[in-house]
Protein backbone atom coordinates (compact mmCIF):
# COMPACT_ATOMS: atom_id res chain seq x y z
CA UNK A 1 0.00 0.00 0.00
CA UNK A 2 2.05 3.27 -1.12
CA UNK A 3 0.99 5.97 1.18
CA UNK A 4 2.96 8.90 0.20
CA UNK A 5 4.96 11.02 -2.38
CA UNK A 6 7.69 8.85 -4.33
CA UNK A 7 11.01 9.95 -3.36
CA UNK A 8 12.33 10.63 -7.10
CA UNK A 9 11.42 14.28 -6.99
CA UNK A 10 13.77 17.49 -6.51
CA UNK A 11 13.48 18.10 -2.97
CA UNK A 12 13.72 21.73 -3.99
CA UNK A 13 17.25 23.69 -3.95
CA UNK A 14 16.38 25.65 -0.31
CA UNK A 15 15.32 22.20 0.87
CA UNK A 16 17.70 20.73 4.10
CA UNK A 17 17.64 17.60 1.97
CA UNK A 18 19.07 19.64 -1.45
CA UNK A 19 21.32 17.08 -3.35
CA UNK A 20 21.35 15.04 -0.12
CA UNK A 21 18.56 12.68 -1.00
CA UNK A 22 17.94 9.48 -3.76
CA UNK A 23 16.55 11.75 -6.23
CA UNK A 24 19.30 14.17 -6.25
CA UNK A 25 21.44 11.07 -8.07
CA UNK A 26 21.81 12.12 -11.48
CA UNK A 27 20.89 15.76 -11.35
CA UNK A 28 23.15 17.72 -12.60
CA UNK A 29 23.02 20.53 -9.80
CA UNK A 30 23.65 17.73 -6.96
CA UNK A 31 26.72 18.77 -6.23
CA UNK A 32 25.94 22.56 -5.74
CA UNK A 33 22.98 21.58 -3.83
CA UNK A 34 24.76 19.37 -1.50
CA UNK A 35 27.79 22.49 -0.98
CA UNK A 36 24.71 24.40 0.34
CA UNK A 37 25.16 26.87 -1.98
CA UNK A 38 21.77 27.27 -3.45
CA UNK A 39 20.86 27.67 0.82
CA UNK A 40 21.83 31.00 1.33
CA UNK A 41 19.23 33.72 2.22
CA UNK A 42 17.97 35.71 -1.05
CA UNK A 43 18.94 39.43 -0.30
CA UNK A 44 16.28 40.67 -2.27
CA UNK A 45 14.21 39.85 1.08
CA UNK A 46 16.05 42.28 3.54
CA UNK A 47 15.31 44.91 -0.12
CA UNK A 48 11.92 44.46 0.47
CA UNK A 49 11.78 44.48 3.90
CA UNK A 50 13.06 47.62 3.95
CA UNK A 51 10.95 49.06 0.89
CA UNK A 52 7.86 47.72 1.73
CA UNK A 53 8.86 49.30 5.54
CA UNK A 54 6.10 52.42 4.37
CA UNK A 55 3.53 49.64 3.57
CA UNK A 56 0.81 50.18 6.61
CA UNK A 57 -1.36 47.13 5.86
CA UNK A 58 -0.55 44.01 3.93
CA UNK A 59 -3.23 42.18 3.04
CA UNK A 60 -3.01 38.39 0.67
CA UNK A 61 -6.42 37.32 -1.29
CA UNK A 62 -6.19 33.59 -1.46
CA UNK A 63 -8.24 30.46 -2.39
CA UNK A 64 -6.75 27.01 -3.02
CA UNK A 65 -9.88 26.74 -6.09
CA UNK A 66 -9.96 28.66 -9.51
CA UNK A 67 -12.96 30.75 -10.53
CA UNK A 68 -13.71 31.73 -7.23
CA UNK A 69 -14.14 35.26 -7.40
CA UNK A 70 -10.64 36.23 -5.90
CA UNK A 71 -9.62 39.09 -8.31
CA UNK A 72 -13.02 40.32 -8.08
CA UNK A 73 -12.96 40.62 -4.53
CA UNK A 74 -9.02 42.12 -4.61
CA UNK A 75 -10.27 44.78 -7.02
CA UNK A 76 -13.54 45.68 -5.03
CA UNK A 77 -11.49 45.61 -1.73
CA UNK A 78 -9.12 47.87 -3.44
CA UNK A 79 -11.88 50.48 -4.78
CA UNK A 80 -13.41 50.27 -1.84
CA UNK A 81 -10.55 51.38 0.58
CA UNK A 82 -9.89 53.67 -1.86
CA UNK A 83 -12.76 55.64 -1.49
CA UNK A 84 -11.40 57.29 1.46
CA UNK A 85 -9.34 59.83 -0.18
CA UNK A 86 -7.01 60.09 2.81
CA UNK A 87 -6.13 56.54 2.34
CA UNK A 88 -3.21 55.26 -0.12
CA UNK A 89 -4.11 51.79 -1.86
CA UNK A 90 -1.94 49.48 -3.93
CA UNK A 91 -3.55 46.68 -6.03
CA UNK A 92 -0.42 43.67 -6.67
CA UNK A 93 -1.72 40.81 -8.92
CA UNK A 94 0.84 37.95 -8.96
CA UNK A 95 -1.01 35.62 -11.43
CA UNK A 96 1.57 35.67 -14.05
CA UNK A 97 -0.18 33.22 -16.04
CA UNK A 98 -3.79 34.61 -16.48
CA UNK A 99 -3.55 38.25 -14.77
CA UNK A 100 -6.86 39.27 -14.02
CA UNK A 101 -6.63 42.14 -12.54
CA UNK A 102 -6.07 44.99 -15.21
CA UNK A 103 -9.38 44.21 -16.96
CA UNK A 104 -11.00 44.13 -13.83
CA UNK A 105 -10.08 47.56 -13.18
CA UNK A 106 -10.63 49.38 -15.92
CA UNK A 107 -6.67 49.46 -17.32
CA UNK A 108 -6.23 46.86 -20.15
CA UNK A 109 -3.64 48.07 -22.68
CA UNK A 110 -2.05 50.64 -19.71
CA UNK A 111 1.76 50.13 -19.50
CA UNK A 112 4.44 50.74 -17.28
CA UNK A 113 7.29 53.39 -16.78
CA UNK A 114 10.23 53.21 -15.29
CA UNK A 115 11.83 55.83 -13.33
CA UNK A 116 14.96 56.61 -11.58
CA UNK A 117 13.04 55.35 -8.52
CA UNK A 118 12.04 52.01 -9.68
CA UNK A 119 8.81 51.21 -12.23
CA UNK A 120 6.00 53.10 -11.67
CA UNK A 121 3.00 51.28 -10.72
CA UNK A 122 -0.64 52.30 -13.45
CA UNK A 123 -2.67 54.81 -11.31
CA UNK A 124 -6.30 54.25 -11.57
CA UNK A 125 -7.09 57.02 -8.64
CA UNK A 126 -4.53 59.23 -7.32
CA UNK A 127 -4.76 57.28 -4.25
CA UNK A 128 -4.64 53.77 -6.06
CA UNK A 129 -2.58 52.31 -8.10
CA UNK A 130 -2.30 48.62 -10.00
CA UNK A 131 0.56 46.32 -10.81
CA UNK A 132 0.25 42.51 -13.13
CA UNK A 133 2.42 41.11 -15.52
CA UNK A 134 -0.89 41.99 -17.71
CA UNK A 135 0.91 45.66 -18.27
CA UNK A 136 3.94 43.85 -19.91
CA UNK A 137 2.61 42.25 -22.40
CA UNK A 138 2.14 43.38 -26.19
CA UNK A 139 -1.13 42.11 -25.97
CA UNK A 140 -3.43 40.91 -23.76
CA UNK A 141 -3.81 37.71 -25.57
CA UNK A 142 -0.18 36.94 -24.95
CA UNK A 143 0.60 33.96 -23.28
CA UNK A 144 3.06 33.77 -20.43
CA UNK A 145 4.56 30.38 -20.37
CA UNK A 146 6.99 30.58 -17.78
CA UNK A 147 7.87 27.46 -14.93
CA UNK A 148 8.17 28.34 -11.82
CA UNK A 149 11.38 29.73 -11.50
CA UNK A 150 10.48 32.27 -13.36
CA UNK A 151 7.29 33.02 -12.21
CA UNK A 152 9.00 33.63 -9.08
CA UNK A 153 11.75 35.68 -10.17
CA UNK A 154 8.40 38.05 -11.69
CA UNK A 155 7.16 38.62 -7.79
CA UNK A 156 10.43 39.53 -6.29
CA UNK A 157 10.65 42.38 -8.66
CA UNK A 158 7.14 43.14 -8.61
CA UNK A 159 7.91 43.57 -4.64
CA UNK A 160 11.13 45.12 -5.11
CA UNK A 161 11.38 47.22 -7.89
CA UNK A 162 8.02 48.98 -8.41
CA UNK A 163 8.35 52.18 -6.55
CA UNK A 164 4.69 51.63 -4.27
CA UNK A 165 5.46 55.04 -2.44
CA UNK A 166 4.04 55.40 1.40
CA UNK A 167 1.11 53.00 1.27
CA UNK A 168 -2.05 52.57 3.84
CA UNK A 169 -2.67 49.14 1.77
CA UNK A 170 -1.20 46.87 -0.02
CA UNK A 171 -3.27 44.05 -1.49
CA UNK A 172 -1.99 40.92 -3.08
CA UNK A 173 -4.44 39.09 -5.70
CA UNK A 174 -3.15 35.61 -6.25
CA UNK A 175 -3.71 32.38 -8.75
CA UNK A 176 -5.33 29.23 -7.51
CA UNK A 177 -3.10 26.46 -5.64
CA UNK A 178 -0.42 26.12 -3.36
CA UNK A 179 2.44 26.12 -5.01
CA UNK A 180 5.98 28.57 -6.70
CA UNK A 181 3.62 31.57 -6.35
CA UNK A 182 2.05 31.61 -3.08
CA UNK A 183 5.39 30.28 -1.97
CA UNK A 184 7.17 32.80 -2.77
CA UNK A 185 5.12 35.84 -2.15
CA UNK A 186 5.15 34.74 1.62
CA UNK A 187 9.35 34.18 1.66
CA UNK A 188 9.78 37.71 -0.30
CA UNK A 189 7.37 38.93 2.40
CA UNK A 190 8.96 37.46 5.42
CA UNK A 191 11.10 40.62 6.32
CA UNK A 192 7.61 42.51 6.62
CA UNK A 193 4.61 42.50 8.64
CA UNK A 194 1.34 41.03 6.85
CA UNK A 195 -1.59 41.93 8.62
CA UNK A 196 -3.09 38.32 6.97
CA UNK A 197 -5.29 36.78 4.21
CA UNK A 198 -8.70 37.09 3.13
CA UNK A 199 -9.72 33.05 2.13
CA UNK A 200 -12.21 33.09 -0.89
CA UNK A 201 -14.56 30.49 -1.65
CA UNK A 202 -17.65 29.35 -3.19
CA UNK A 203 -19.95 27.10 -1.35
CA UNK A 204 -19.22 23.73 -2.71
CA UNK A 205 -17.91 20.84 -1.51
CA UNK A 206 -15.27 20.54 -4.05
CA UNK A 207 -14.29 24.31 -3.72
CA UNK A 208 -14.31 24.07 -0.15
CA UNK A 209 -12.15 21.10 -0.27
CA UNK A 210 -9.36 22.99 -2.11
CA UNK A 211 -10.07 25.53 0.05
CA UNK A 212 -8.99 23.83 3.46
CA UNK A 213 -5.74 23.00 1.25
CA UNK A 214 -4.89 26.69 1.65
CA UNK A 215 -6.21 27.36 5.32
CA UNK A 216 -3.68 24.59 6.06
CA UNK A 217 -1.21 26.08 3.52
CA UNK A 218 -1.88 29.94 5.74
CA UNK A 219 -1.28 27.71 8.97
CA UNK A 220 2.23 26.31 7.80
CA UNK A 221 3.56 29.69 6.73
CA UNK A 222 2.44 31.17 9.96
CA UNK A 223 0.00 33.68 7.70
CA UNK A 224 -2.68 34.99 10.04
CA UNK A 225 -6.72 33.95 8.79
CA UNK A 226 -8.66 37.48 8.50
CA UNK A 227 -11.46 35.27 7.46
CA UNK A 228 -13.15 33.66 4.55
CA UNK A 229 -15.88 35.13 2.03
CA UNK A 230 -18.11 32.78 0.72
CA UNK A 231 -19.19 33.76 -3.08
CA UNK A 232 -21.53 33.01 -5.38
CA UNK A 233 -23.95 32.19 -2.06
CA UNK A 234 -27.09 31.94 -4.03
CA UNK A 235 -28.85 33.93 -6.88
CA UNK A 236 -32.12 35.62 -7.12
CA UNK A 237 -34.15 35.05 -10.34
CA UNK A 238 -34.74 39.03 -11.40
CA UNK A 239 -37.97 38.12 -12.60
CA UNK A 240 -39.72 35.77 -10.07
CA UNK A 241 -37.23 36.73 -7.33
CA UNK A 242 -36.65 32.31 -6.69
CA UNK A 243 -33.29 32.16 -4.67
CA UNK A 244 -31.46 28.72 -6.83
CA UNK A 245 -28.20 27.43 -4.93
CA UNK A 246 -26.94 27.13 -7.99
CA UNK A 247 -23.52 26.12 -6.06
CA UNK A 248 -25.43 24.01 -3.52
CA UNK A 249 -24.15 24.01 -0.11
CA UNK A 250 -23.87 20.01 0.16
CA UNK A 251 -21.30 20.00 3.37
CA UNK A 252 -22.83 23.22 4.98
CA UNK A 253 -20.65 25.93 2.82
CA UNK A 254 -18.41 27.98 4.47
CA UNK A 255 -20.63 28.74 7.12
CA UNK A 256 -20.15 24.65 8.21
CA UNK A 257 -16.39 24.80 7.32
CA UNK A 258 -15.28 27.96 9.67
CA UNK A 259 -17.19 26.92 12.60
CA UNK A 260 -15.13 23.72 11.74
CA UNK A 261 -12.13 25.09 11.33
CA UNK A 262 -13.09 28.51 14.04
CA UNK A 263 -12.24 30.97 11.74
CA UNK A 264 -14.23 33.86 10.50
CA UNK A 265 -16.85 34.16 8.25
CA UNK A 266 -16.83 37.28 6.70
CA UNK A 267 -19.57 37.29 4.77
CA UNK A 268 -21.84 35.40 1.88
CA UNK A 269 -22.21 36.96 -1.48
CA UNK A 270 -24.96 36.32 -3.90
CA UNK A 271 -24.20 35.73 -7.62
CA UNK A 272 -25.33 39.03 -9.56
CA UNK A 273 -24.92 38.65 -13.24
CA UNK A 274 -23.91 42.28 -12.98
CA UNK A 275 -21.02 41.54 -11.35
CA UNK A 276 -19.48 39.75 -14.28
CA UNK A 277 -20.52 42.62 -16.38
CA UNK A 278 -18.70 45.30 -14.64
CA UNK A 279 -15.46 43.20 -14.36
CA UNK A 280 -15.35 42.67 -17.95
CA UNK A 281 -16.54 46.43 -18.77
CA UNK A 282 -13.41 47.66 -16.01
CA UNK A 283 -16.12 49.38 -13.32
CA UNK A 284 -16.33 49.01 -9.87
CA UNK A 285 -19.98 47.71 -9.21
CA UNK A 286 -19.96 48.77 -5.65
CA UNK A 287 -20.13 51.72 -7.63
CA UNK A 288 -22.49 50.66 -10.23
CA UNK A 289 -24.92 49.19 -8.09
CA UNK A 290 -24.55 49.94 -4.55
CA UNK A 291 -27.71 48.39 -3.23
CA UNK A 292 -27.90 45.69 -4.43
CA UNK A 293 -27.64 42.94 -1.91
CA UNK A 294 -24.27 41.88 -3.18
CA UNK A 295 -22.73 45.53 -2.95
CA UNK A 296 -24.23 45.42 0.80
CA UNK A 297 -22.41 42.30 1.22
CA UNK A 298 -18.91 43.42 -0.08
CA UNK A 299 -19.10 46.79 1.98
CA UNK A 300 -19.64 44.79 5.34
CA UNK A 301 -17.02 42.48 4.74
CA UNK A 302 -14.60 45.59 3.33
CA UNK A 303 -15.32 47.22 7.00
CA UNK A 304 -14.74 43.94 9.18
CA UNK A 305 -11.08 43.98 7.17
CA UNK A 306 -10.44 48.09 7.79
CA UNK A 307 -11.18 46.78 11.59
CA UNK A 308 -9.40 43.87 12.19
CA UNK A 309 -6.32 46.00 10.43
CA UNK A 310 -6.74 48.70 12.80
CA UNK A 311 -7.03 46.41 15.59
CA UNK A 312 -3.49 45.27 14.11
CA UNK A 313 -2.03 48.61 14.30
CA UNK A 314 -3.54 49.21 17.84
CA UNK A 315 -1.88 46.33 18.82
CA UNK A 316 1.45 46.80 17.58
CA UNK A 317 1.58 50.25 18.88
CA UNK A 318 0.81 49.08 22.54
CA UNK A 319 4.11 46.48 22.03
CA UNK B 1 10.18 47.75 -19.17
CA UNK B 2 12.57 44.59 -20.34
CA UNK B 3 11.87 41.79 -17.55
CA UNK B 4 15.50 41.29 -16.14
CA UNK B 5 16.83 37.74 -17.57
CA UNK B 6 15.83 35.71 -15.10
CA UNK B 7 19.05 33.38 -14.84
CA UNK B 8 20.90 36.25 -13.32
CA UNK B 9 21.94 35.02 -10.06
CA UNK B 10 20.38 31.76 -10.33
CA UNK B 11 23.34 29.09 -8.64
CA UNK B 12 22.83 27.27 -11.44
CA UNK B 13 22.76 29.68 -13.99
CA UNK B 14 26.96 28.41 -15.31
CA UNK B 15 25.38 25.13 -15.41
CA UNK B 16 22.47 25.39 -17.60
CA UNK B 17 24.54 27.50 -19.76
CA UNK B 18 27.07 24.81 -20.39
CA UNK B 19 23.90 22.49 -21.65
CA UNK B 20 23.97 19.90 -19.27
CA UNK B 21 21.07 19.76 -18.23
CA UNK B 22 19.80 19.77 -21.95
CA UNK B 23 20.25 16.44 -22.34
CA UNK B 24 17.09 14.74 -23.27
CA UNK B 25 15.16 13.20 -20.16
CA UNK B 26 15.13 9.16 -20.60
CA UNK B 27 11.71 9.25 -19.07
CA UNK B 28 10.24 10.85 -22.28
CA UNK B 29 11.09 7.81 -24.69
CA UNK B 30 10.29 5.04 -21.19
CA UNK B 31 6.59 6.99 -21.37
CA UNK B 32 6.50 6.96 -25.20
CA UNK B 33 6.68 3.20 -24.90
CA UNK B 34 4.46 2.70 -22.39
CA UNK B 35 1.75 4.81 -24.07
CA UNK B 36 2.27 3.00 -26.94
CA UNK B 37 -0.98 0.95 -26.07
CA UNK B 38 -3.23 4.09 -25.36
CA UNK B 39 -5.30 4.39 -28.74
CA UNK B 40 -6.14 7.74 -28.23
CA UNK B 41 -5.32 11.28 -25.56
CA UNK B 42 -7.06 14.32 -25.10
CA UNK B 43 -5.80 16.76 -22.66
CA UNK B 44 -8.75 18.99 -21.38
CA UNK B 45 -7.64 22.82 -20.49
CA UNK B 46 -8.29 26.17 -19.83
CA UNK B 47 -6.40 29.40 -19.22
CA UNK B 48 -8.87 30.10 -16.04
CA UNK B 49 -9.85 28.44 -13.40
CA UNK B 50 -13.39 27.23 -12.36
CA UNK B 51 -14.77 26.64 -15.08
CA UNK B 52 -15.53 23.38 -15.54
CA UNK B 53 -13.09 21.29 -16.63
CA UNK B 54 -12.44 18.53 -13.67
CA UNK B 55 -16.25 18.79 -14.35
CA UNK B 56 -15.95 18.16 -18.22
CA UNK B 57 -13.27 15.67 -17.73
CA UNK B 58 -14.74 13.61 -15.32
CA UNK B 59 -17.91 13.20 -17.38
CA UNK B 60 -16.04 12.94 -20.69
CA UNK B 61 -14.65 9.80 -18.97
CA UNK B 62 -17.97 8.50 -18.08
CA UNK B 63 -19.46 9.19 -21.26
CA UNK B 64 -16.90 7.37 -22.95
CA UNK B 65 -16.53 4.17 -20.68
CA UNK B 66 -20.76 3.91 -21.23
CA UNK B 67 -19.09 1.82 -24.32
CA UNK B 68 -18.23 -1.63 -21.91
CA UNK B 69 -15.96 -2.46 -25.10
CA UNK B 70 -13.80 0.74 -24.27
CA UNK B 71 -11.18 1.46 -22.08
CA UNK B 72 -11.26 4.54 -20.35
CA UNK B 73 -8.91 6.16 -17.89
CA UNK B 74 -8.47 10.27 -15.70
CA UNK B 75 -5.12 11.27 -15.37
CA UNK B 76 -5.60 14.22 -13.15
CA UNK B 77 -2.53 15.96 -13.17
CA UNK B 78 -3.58 19.61 -10.80
CA UNK B 79 -1.15 18.83 -7.60
CA UNK B 80 -2.26 21.38 -5.73
CA UNK B 81 -6.30 20.84 -6.31
CA UNK B 82 -7.12 17.27 -7.59
CA UNK B 83 -10.69 17.40 -7.71
CA UNK B 84 -11.27 14.38 -9.78
CA UNK B 85 -11.36 12.04 -6.52
CA UNK B 86 -14.18 13.80 -4.98
CA UNK B 87 -16.42 14.44 -8.65
CA UNK B 88 -16.29 10.26 -9.75
CA UNK B 89 -17.25 9.22 -5.90
CA UNK B 90 -13.68 8.08 -5.29
CA UNK B 91 -12.44 10.02 -2.23
CA UNK B 92 -10.90 8.02 0.62
CA UNK B 93 -9.84 5.40 -2.56
CA UNK B 94 -5.97 4.38 -1.85
CA UNK B 95 -3.63 3.17 -4.85
CA UNK B 96 -2.03 0.21 -4.75
CA UNK B 97 1.30 -0.94 -6.02
CA UNK B 98 2.68 -4.29 -7.47
CA UNK B 99 5.34 -5.58 -10.03
CA UNK B 100 3.81 -3.53 -13.28
CA UNK B 101 4.03 -0.22 -11.71
CA UNK B 102 1.09 1.66 -9.68
CA UNK B 103 -2.50 0.58 -10.32
CA UNK B 104 -5.01 2.90 -10.96
CA UNK B 105 -8.25 3.12 -9.04
CA UNK B 106 -11.64 1.53 -10.64
CA UNK B 107 -14.66 2.98 -10.71
CA UNK B 108 -16.13 0.77 -13.15
CA UNK B 109 -14.32 -1.96 -14.92
CA UNK B 110 -13.46 -0.03 -18.17
CA UNK B 111 -12.68 3.14 -16.46
CA UNK B 112 -9.89 4.37 -13.81
CA UNK B 113 -8.47 7.38 -12.55
CA UNK B 114 -5.27 8.17 -11.09
CA UNK B 115 -4.90 11.36 -8.93
CA UNK B 116 -2.37 13.20 -6.35
CA UNK B 117 -5.59 13.11 -4.47
CA UNK B 118 -5.16 9.14 -3.94
CA UNK B 119 -1.73 9.66 -2.04
CA UNK B 120 -3.15 11.99 0.31
CA UNK B 121 -3.43 10.53 3.89
CA UNK B 122 -6.46 13.14 4.01
CA UNK B 123 -7.96 14.95 1.24
CA UNK B 124 -7.74 18.16 3.32
CA UNK B 125 -3.73 17.21 3.18
CA UNK B 126 -1.90 20.45 1.41
CA UNK B 127 0.93 19.41 -1.29
CA UNK B 128 2.52 22.58 -1.29
CA UNK B 129 5.63 21.59 -3.70
CA UNK B 130 6.84 23.87 -6.04
CA UNK B 131 7.71 23.35 -9.82
CA UNK B 132 10.24 21.10 -10.35
CA UNK B 133 8.70 18.54 -8.07
CA UNK B 134 4.82 18.91 -9.43
CA UNK B 135 6.71 17.58 -12.40
CA UNK B 136 8.03 14.84 -11.32
CA UNK B 137 5.06 13.74 -9.88
CA UNK B 138 3.66 14.30 -13.42
CA UNK B 139 6.63 11.86 -14.89
CA UNK B 140 5.56 9.05 -12.34
CA UNK B 141 1.97 9.14 -13.22
CA UNK B 142 2.96 8.69 -16.91
CA UNK B 143 5.63 6.12 -16.38
CA UNK B 144 4.57 4.46 -13.75
CA UNK B 145 1.08 3.61 -13.60
CA UNK B 146 0.08 0.63 -14.80
CA UNK B 147 -2.67 1.95 -17.26
CA UNK B 148 -2.95 -0.96 -19.39
CA UNK B 149 -4.36 -0.93 -22.91
CA UNK B 150 -6.77 2.16 -23.26
CA UNK B 151 -8.77 3.40 -26.17
CA UNK B 152 -8.91 6.75 -24.25
CA UNK B 153 -6.84 8.53 -21.77
CA UNK B 154 -8.02 11.85 -20.62
CA UNK B 155 -5.94 14.45 -18.85
CA UNK B 156 -7.44 16.92 -16.64
CA UNK B 157 -5.03 19.94 -16.16
CA UNK B 158 -5.10 23.06 -13.64
CA UNK B 159 -5.42 26.36 -14.71
CA UNK B 160 -2.82 28.56 -16.47
CA UNK B 161 0.15 28.08 -18.60
CA UNK B 162 2.68 26.73 -16.13
CA UNK B 163 5.00 23.83 -14.93
CA UNK B 164 2.23 21.35 -15.30
CA UNK B 165 0.99 22.05 -18.89
CA UNK B 166 4.76 22.42 -19.86
CA UNK B 167 5.27 19.14 -18.39
CA UNK B 168 2.69 16.90 -19.72
CA UNK B 169 3.43 18.11 -23.33
CA UNK B 170 6.96 17.61 -23.10
CA UNK B 171 6.59 14.32 -21.21
CA UNK B 172 3.67 13.11 -23.53
CA UNK B 173 6.31 14.27 -26.36
CA UNK B 174 6.78 10.75 -28.26
CA UNK B 175 3.48 9.64 -27.73
CA UNK B 176 0.88 10.53 -30.13
CA UNK B 177 -1.75 13.55 -28.71
CA UNK B 178 -4.91 13.70 -30.45
CA UNK B 179 -5.25 16.81 -29.05
CA UNK B 180 -7.17 19.45 -26.25
CA UNK B 181 -10.30 20.37 -25.58
CA UNK B 182 -10.30 24.27 -24.22
CA UNK B 183 -12.70 24.77 -21.50
CA UNK B 184 -14.36 28.61 -20.65
CA UNK B 185 -16.99 30.52 -19.83
CA UNK B 186 -18.73 33.31 -21.77
CA UNK B 187 -17.68 36.19 -20.09
CA UNK B 188 -14.58 38.53 -21.55
CA UNK B 189 -12.35 37.69 -18.05
CA UNK B 190 -12.50 34.31 -19.00
CA UNK B 191 -12.06 34.74 -22.79
CA UNK B 192 -8.77 36.26 -22.34
CA UNK B 193 -6.86 33.69 -20.22
CA UNK B 194 -8.38 31.41 -22.64
CA UNK B 195 -6.82 33.17 -25.24
CA UNK B 196 -3.86 32.25 -23.92
CA UNK B 197 -4.22 28.88 -23.81
CA UNK B 198 -4.92 28.58 -27.34
CA UNK B 199 -1.57 30.65 -27.71
CA UNK B 200 0.21 27.97 -25.82
CA UNK B 201 -1.30 25.17 -27.69
CA UNK B 202 -0.17 26.52 -30.81
CA UNK B 203 3.43 27.34 -29.71
CA UNK B 204 3.70 23.71 -28.50
CA UNK B 205 2.14 21.79 -31.64
CA UNK B 206 -1.04 20.69 -29.51
CA UNK B 207 -4.00 20.41 -31.81
CA UNK B 208 -7.00 21.66 -30.47
CA UNK B 209 -9.73 19.41 -30.75
CA UNK B 210 -12.54 22.30 -30.09
CA UNK B 211 -14.03 24.76 -27.44
CA UNK B 212 -16.75 23.82 -24.77
CA UNK B 213 -18.47 26.94 -23.24
CA UNK B 214 -19.62 26.25 -19.82
CA UNK B 215 -22.15 28.00 -17.27
CA UNK B 216 -24.10 29.00 -20.68
CA UNK B 217 -26.92 30.42 -18.53
CA UNK B 218 -29.50 29.43 -16.06
CA UNK B 219 -32.72 29.28 -16.70
CA UNK B 220 -34.66 29.86 -13.40
CA UNK B 221 -36.49 26.27 -12.50
CA UNK B 222 -39.40 28.26 -11.07
CA UNK B 223 -40.45 31.10 -13.76
CA UNK B 224 -38.18 29.72 -16.50
CA UNK B 225 -36.60 32.97 -17.00
CA UNK B 226 -33.20 32.65 -18.64
CA UNK B 227 -30.09 34.77 -16.75
CA UNK B 228 -26.73 35.25 -18.46
CA UNK B 229 -25.01 35.09 -14.88
CA UNK B 230 -21.63 35.67 -16.89
CA UNK B 231 -22.76 37.57 -19.49
CA UNK B 232 -20.81 36.99 -23.18
CA UNK B 233 -19.80 40.82 -23.09
CA UNK B 234 -17.47 40.28 -26.01
CA UNK B 235 -19.38 37.46 -27.87
CA UNK B 236 -18.96 34.89 -25.11
CA UNK B 237 -17.22 31.28 -26.79
CA UNK B 238 -18.68 31.59 -30.04
CA UNK B 239 -16.73 34.90 -31.15
CA UNK B 240 -13.79 33.55 -30.00
CA UNK B 241 -14.02 30.55 -31.93
CA UNK B 242 -15.18 32.15 -35.15
CA UNK B 243 -11.94 34.95 -34.81
CA UNK B 244 -9.24 32.04 -33.88
CA UNK B 245 -11.16 29.81 -36.76
CA UNK B 246 -11.67 26.80 -33.73
CA UNK B 247 -15.14 24.59 -33.52
CA UNK B 248 -17.28 25.53 -31.00
CA UNK B 249 -18.18 21.89 -29.32
CA UNK B 250 -20.97 23.22 -27.38
CA UNK B 251 -22.47 25.44 -25.24
CA UNK B 252 -23.76 24.05 -21.28
CA UNK B 253 -26.05 25.61 -19.49
CA UNK B 254 -25.79 25.99 -16.00
CA UNK B 255 -28.03 23.48 -13.48
CA UNK B 256 -27.57 23.32 -9.74
CA UNK B 257 -27.83 19.62 -10.37
CA UNK B 258 -24.59 19.37 -12.02
CA UNK B 259 -22.59 20.85 -8.94
CA UNK B 260 -24.73 18.83 -6.36
CA UNK B 261 -23.67 15.39 -8.46
CA UNK B 262 -20.44 16.62 -8.73
CA UNK B 263 -20.03 17.03 -4.92
CA UNK B 264 -21.83 14.09 -4.16
CA UNK B 265 -19.74 11.75 -7.08
CA UNK B 266 -22.31 10.94 -9.14
CA UNK B 267 -22.55 11.32 -13.01
CA UNK B 268 -24.82 13.68 -13.63
CA UNK B 269 -25.30 12.04 -16.85
CA UNK B 270 -27.25 9.37 -15.26
CA UNK B 271 -28.87 11.27 -12.68
CA UNK B 272 -30.18 13.66 -15.21
CA UNK B 273 -30.06 12.36 -18.89
CA UNK B 274 -32.87 14.54 -20.15
CA UNK B 275 -31.84 18.05 -18.75
CA UNK B 276 -30.62 20.60 -21.42
CA UNK B 277 -26.86 20.10 -19.90
CA UNK B 278 -26.51 16.39 -19.88
CA UNK B 279 -27.82 16.23 -23.41
CA UNK B 280 -25.03 19.32 -24.50
CA UNK B 281 -22.43 17.31 -22.97
CA UNK B 282 -23.23 13.99 -24.78
CA UNK B 283 -23.50 16.31 -27.94
CA UNK B 284 -19.98 17.22 -26.92
CA UNK B 285 -18.70 13.87 -26.30
CA UNK B 286 -20.03 12.66 -29.47
CA UNK B 287 -17.96 15.61 -31.70
CA UNK B 288 -14.77 14.45 -29.96
CA UNK B 289 -15.12 10.59 -30.76
CA UNK B 290 -15.92 11.37 -34.10
CA UNK B 291 -12.79 13.71 -34.02
CA UNK B 292 -10.74 10.83 -32.60
CA UNK B 293 -12.12 8.20 -34.74
CA UNK B 294 -11.18 10.32 -38.04
CA UNK B 295 -7.80 10.86 -36.18
CA UNK B 296 -7.49 7.12 -36.06
CA UNK B 297 -8.50 6.50 -39.61
CA UNK B 298 -5.72 8.96 -40.84
CA UNK B 299 -3.18 7.64 -39.09
CA UNK B 300 -3.79 3.72 -40.80
CA UNK B 301 -3.94 5.17 -43.94
CA UNK B 302 -0.17 7.32 -43.39
Redesign the interface.
Known amino acids: ??????T??????QSEQAGKVS?CEGC??QK?CASG??KAPDPAIAEIGEKLATVKHKILVLS?????GK?TFSAHLAHALASDSTKEVALLDVD???P?VP??MGLEGE????SGSG?SPVYVEDNLSVMSIGF?LSS????????????N??IK?FLRDVDWGDLDYLIVDT??????E??SIVQYLSATNVDGAVIIT?P???SL??V???I??CQ?VKLPIIGVVENMSG?V????K?T?????P??GGAEKMCADLDLPLLGKVP?D?RI??S???GRSFLNEIPDSPAAQAYQRIVQSIQEYCSNNETAQSTT
Open positions: LWRGPHTDCPGTSPNLATGKGGVSICGSRIQVHQWLPDDAVIWRGPKKGMQPPGTSDHLTQEVQDRKERFKFCPKCNSQIFPTSLPARCDE
